[in-house]
């Protein structure tokens, strides 16, 4: 039995998964389904799960903020399927385990449609919950260190309840990822589903939209097009950063232990929005212009995980530090922008 979160966990065990499972002359392949693949994470999240030759990997995305430029090498492979999907709507398909990350992750579009962020959230995890339910899979849903909302403790650990507003610009994804964490452990408890919960806090790195809106992208296209970087006020606020590739090892490890979570994965490397914007100039582009500008409601003032609990129950540490990470994005965004680096 799962540990962790769960020490009020009735016994009833979880559905039984799908027979192809017990099979004694075929081992059929993993199908594993994730829900917003065509996005940043959630396509690295592809590439890694796509190496293992015994996954069968689908996408089911609605491309909101996701590409399927993002996916464009493995369409046509025959372990891989695209499906246009919105989770808000049910999905009848066979699965063993389910990553689900549909959500827009980006303030700028979380806040863009609020009412379609939180349907998103409750009623995409309730319909991905009731395919784990009818099929027996294992469902990892990834929540945000914004359930901590503006926290009252630092650095963040599992056990903090947070300091959330429930009717602000942020709630449609702040709550409605608590709602979804809620979901999760009342279907574990309820119906015996074997679910996983990560905490993701800031994660950057190649693919993300270049005009996604969060500061790592924005910088680091603002020091590319020589435009100013803008720090939002006060510009003392912080953010742990955790690269991509760290973070999808964290996911899987997840999913593959025993351990429902919740659990912060994230870099607890932390750092003023001033400093990053320091690093970038210092890095990228050293003429660039820092301003300040106006910042928007509710933004949090600190954010850095405790990792203490991915350590010891997934063996799991970040292992980029973000001034190896932000060249590795800087190429990325100069081969998209088509800025050369002699420029
Ligand atoms: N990147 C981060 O720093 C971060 C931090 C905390 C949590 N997360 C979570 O991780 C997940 C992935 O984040 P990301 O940074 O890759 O964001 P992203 O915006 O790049 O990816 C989200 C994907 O979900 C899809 N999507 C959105 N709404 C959908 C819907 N209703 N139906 C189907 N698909 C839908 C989008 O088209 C996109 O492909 C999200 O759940 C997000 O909340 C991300
Ligand atoms: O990691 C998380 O848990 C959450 O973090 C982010 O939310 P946020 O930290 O607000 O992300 P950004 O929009 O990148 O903002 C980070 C900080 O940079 C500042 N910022 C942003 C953009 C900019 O141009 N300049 C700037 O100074 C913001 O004011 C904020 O203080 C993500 O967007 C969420 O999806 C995610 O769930």
Known sequence: ?????????????????????????????????????????????????MENEKNEVIVADNYFTGSKDNLKKWIGHPRFELIRHDVTEPLLIEVDQIYHLACPASPIFYKYNPVKTIKTNVIGTLNMLGLAKRVGARILLTSTSEVYGDPLIHPQTESYWGNVNPIGVRSCYDEGKRVAETLM?????????????????????????????????????????DDPLTVQAPGTQTRSFCYVSDMVDGLIRLMQGDNTGPINIGNPGEFTMIELAENVKELINPKVEIIMVENTPDDPRQRKPDITKAKELLGWEPKVKLRDGLPLMEDDFRTRLGVPKNK
Do not use: C, W
Not at 13 to 23: F, G, K, V, Y
Not at 35 to 40: D, I, N, R
Not at 204 to 225: E, H, K, T, W
């Open 1 to 49: 039995m799962a540990t962790n979160g769960d020490q009020q966990a009735t016994p009833k065990p979880p559905p039984s998964p799908s027979p192809l499972r017990n099979a004694k002359f075929f081992q059929a392949n993993m199908r594993i389904l994730v829900t917003g693949g065509a996005g940043f994470i959630g396509s690295h999240l592809v590439d890694k799960l």
């Open 185 to 225: 452990f009342d279907y574990h408890r309820q119906h015996g589903i074997e679910i996983r919960i990560a905490r993701i806090f800031n994660t950057y790195g190649p693919r993300m939209n270049i005009d996604d809106g969060r500061v790592v992208s924005n910088f680091i296209a603002q020091a590319l097009r």
